[in-house]
């Protein structure tokens, strides 16, 4: 095992354990922590996949600005012990179990049967951002475009959402905790 | 990280010699040894952790707000790369082609020790800190990563040592073409972000004393305080390490030779980065104590409505210069 395998198994068994937690963890903010921990576990998996683009977009995008948004939403609510629910019903936790497996054993299935043949040698700039911009702003540019469109239709979307009960008259004249702050 | 307690002395001299008084004048010569004395009794205060906190959280959350700061540092390159015994050995730590990118992705991590702490003390105070700095950080981080790609279009590259080669040549011989001057609004809006990121006034609102008692670090004692009070500090210093190399030329001087690689020409290119800086930071300073703070409507409203349409017009700007 040289040492990239090595941090290969390091980082997926990081991500495995973050993952874990994050579902296993009573509290919002533990389970959002563990999430950091999962994001930035895979994006150490991707570096070592020789993606580093990859990687740095997971930890700017997903571990740098929208878990942020998510201890927000977190904080804001600060629930209570009691707020939290109690332990769930067992026919419950029995069907989530039959079904996470199944996944699992479908997943497995699928990948044991996958003829993997050895990857073919990729050039040293594979993955880097000089790569991956130019594929995608020539083979792939339509597709890109309309991504854009699709996010930028979603992004006024939610903007109209928030904004909608702005237009009405406040019945008071001062809305508790300002409502323009998120 | 050596570099805080001399921060912190010319901190409070420059507060001194704005407010017209003296300063710390007693430890050692002009009282440098202050910052020593300080840090030797904050570590012997006692360390609490009040009733009602998330003692985990509590104790991590320092960590976390210190460390992106650190690793900051490590991607930015200090001097040009030196020969030694035959080989070129650059004055980086961790060299690779994407520099640029994992400054940001590092700036959106160190929020995390200021939600986490704030959270975690159970304290309102604490929270709305850690609340504003999420709100906060999470604003000026669109504007800063607007400013940074009207750079990364006139270099061409998201390698940091690339920027800095592109910003050794002049015009007419003698100004520099930093991209300061290249792109002056790009400029200034990192700056203001920079110290949005910082959390230095006029933008300290996730502490501000006035409305928050201490904001995030309300709670905290001891060396967890000193941490949090080391990690605003580490921040401020790889803040304007990365403007430096961004937008000032990094360590090069118009009419420096590029290709010299003499230690001690790499020497003297440490110290050109090292004098940029300083400036930088003396700024720092004398902005934080002539400045007063902004009220949050005013911050969000000058990062959403100002910052971030002037980043993109920018950005559109350099595409049409680029193309014509």
Redesign the interface.
């Known amino acids: 095992m040289n040492l990239r395998d090595a941090f290969f198994v390091v980082f997926s068994f990081l991500a495995i354990f973050g993952a874990f937690l994050t579902v296993t963890r009573r509290h919002p903010?533990?389970s959002a922590?563990s999430l950091?921990l999962f994001f930035g576990a895979i994006s150490g998996v991707m570096m070592v996949l020789a993606a580093?683009?990859l990687a740095?977009?997971q930890?700017?995008v997903y571990?740098?600005?929208i878990l942020?948004?998510f201890?927000?939403v977190?904080?804001?609510l600060?629930l209570k012990e009691s707020e939290l629910g109690g332990e769930r019903p067992w026919p419950l936790k029995l069907l989530a179990g039959i079904g996470s497996t199944v996944l699992f054993g479908l997943l497995a299935a699928a990948i044991l049967r996958a003829p993997f043949s050895p990857a073919p040698p990729v050039p040293g700039t594979f993955g880097?951002?000089?790569a991956v911009g130019t594929v995608m702003f020539s083979e792939f540019v339509l597709p890109f475009e309309v991504v854009s469109v699709l996010i930028l239709a979603a992004t006024m979307g939610a903007v109209i959402l928030a904004k909608r009960h702005l237009d009405r008259p406040a019945p008071q004249a001062d809305p508790p905790g300002?409502g323009?702050?998120? | 990280m050596q570099v805080v307690p001399v921060l912190v002395w010319v901190e409070r001299k420059v507060s001194a010699w704005i407010q017209d008084r003296v300063g710390p004048n007693r430890v050692g010569p002009l009282g440098l040894f202050q910052p020593l004395a300080d840090a030797i009794k904050l570590l012997f205060k006692e360390d609490v952790v009040p009733e009602g906190t998330d003692r985990f959280l509590f104790i991590l959350a320092p960590a976390v707000a210190f460390a992106p700061a650190a690793l900051l540092a490590t991607v930015i390159p200090f001097g040009q790369p030196m020969m030694v015994d035959g080989e070129l050995l650059p004055l980086q730590v961790c060299r690779g082609n994407v520099g640029v990118l994992l400054t940001l992705a590092l700036t959106g991590f160190s929020v995390y020790g200021l939600a986490f702490g704030g959270w975690a003390s159970n304290n309102k105070y604490a929270m709305l800190g850690g609340l504003r700095a999420g709100a906060q950080m999470l604003s000026y981080e669109i504007a800063m990563g607007l400013a940074l790609v009207s750079v990364l279009m006139t270099a061409g590259s998201v390698d940091l040592n690339v920027i800095v080669l592109d910003q050794t040549g002049t015009w007419g011989g003698f100004i520099p073409k930093w991209n300061a001057l290249r792109q002056p609004l790009a400029f200034v809006l990192f700056f203001i972000a920079a110290f949005a990121e910082t959390n230095r006034l006029p933008f300290d609102l996730p502490e501000c004393e006035a409305e928050l008692v201490g904001g995030y670090h309300t709670e905290y004692s001891s060396m967890k305080f000193s941490l949090f009070f080391l990690a605003e500090y580490a921040a401020m210093f790889a803040s304007c390490c990365l403007i430096t190399t961004l937008f000032l030329g990094g360590w090069s001087l118009p009419g420096m030779d590029v290709h010299n690689h003499s230690p001690f020409f790499s020497l003297l290119t440490v110290a050109v980065f090292f004098a940029k800086v300083s400036v930088l930071l003396f700024f720092f300073i004398v902005v934080r104590w002539t400045l007063p703070r902004f009220r949050f409507d005013q911050l969000m409203h000058l990062g959403w409505k100002t910052m971030i349409p002037l980043g993109l017009a920018n950005i559109l700007f350099t595409g049409a210069m680029a193309q014509g």
Do not use: N, R, T
């Open positions: 903010m533990y922590l950091i580093p683009f740095l977009m930890l700017m571990a740098g600005a942020v948004l201890l927000f977190i904080m804001l600060s880097s951002p000089d300002g323009h702050h998120g």
